[in-house]
T-cell receptor
């Protein structure tokens, strides 16, 4: 099955800093989502982005499907951005969503 | 608020108990999913239902029994669980059950502890 890797596994930032999270996948995909899991376990949809670039406030994402990676950019980070960020992909041959291991982000005041 | 609700939010049960987790989606979607999230492991897909039919069962032990009576409700019936089944159980829904343009939305999860 498809392999999904995320880097870095852990990231500590000072409030106001910018960061880039990466998701690599081993096969062609037709779906890709980025999620933020808050400390209470809720998965919050950030982007649905199988290809291209999207922006939502301080967050933006880019997926280069031909090169099998996606990037999540967080600018001017805030303490409320802390949590775990997951990417999840679905393959072209119908394998349902496979999640990466996540990046744990801690934003310090 | 994602439009997907789960009850209970927390559950503690003994290994001989029988309990059920409930998920309800208010998004008009046709597909629903159960995931398991254990400590230090990626989310694992357990079951997929599309139009109330089970379309995927990822080698889940029979002590977990799903039920989808209609496209808005999904249950996970639990019996004779093991302590290693303690985890966060997440429900999700999507419009189509996979394929292009099919975005998943998650409920808040049920944190299960098996004693």
């Amino acid at each position: 099955g498809i392999q999904v890797e995320q880097s870095p596994p852990d990231l500590i930032l000072q409030e106001g800093a910018n960061s880039t999270l990466r998701c690599n996948f081993s096969d062609s995909v037709n779906n890709l989502q980025w999620f933020h899991q808050n400390p209470w376990g809720q998965l919050i949809n950030l982007f649905y982005i199988p290809s291209g670039t999207k922006q939502n406030g301080r967050l933006s994402a880019t997926t280069v499907a031909t090169e099998r990676y996606s990037l999540l950019y967080i600018s001017s980070s805030q303490t409320t951005d802390s949590g775990v960020y997951f990417c999840a992909v679905e393959t072209n041959y119908g394998q349902n969503f496979v999640f990466g291991p996540g990046t744990r982000l801690s934003v310090l005041p | 608020e994602t439009g997907v609700t789960q009850t209970p939010r927390h559950l503690v049960m003994g290994m001989t108990n029988k309990k059920s987790l409930k998920c309800e989606q208010h998004l008009g979607h046709n597909a629903m999913y159960w995931y398991k999230q254990s400590a230090k492991k990626p989310l694992e897909l357990m079951f997929v239902y599309s139009l109330e039919e089970r379309v995927e069962n990822n080698s889940v032990p029979s002590r977990f029994s799903p039920e989808c009576p209609n496209s808005s409700h999904l249950f996970l019936h639990l019996h004779t669980l093991q302590p290693e089944d303690s985890a966060l159980y997440l429900c999700a829904s999507s419009q189509e059950g996979g394929g292009t343009n099919d975005e998943q939305f998650f409920g808040p999860g049920t944190r299960l502890t098996v004693l």
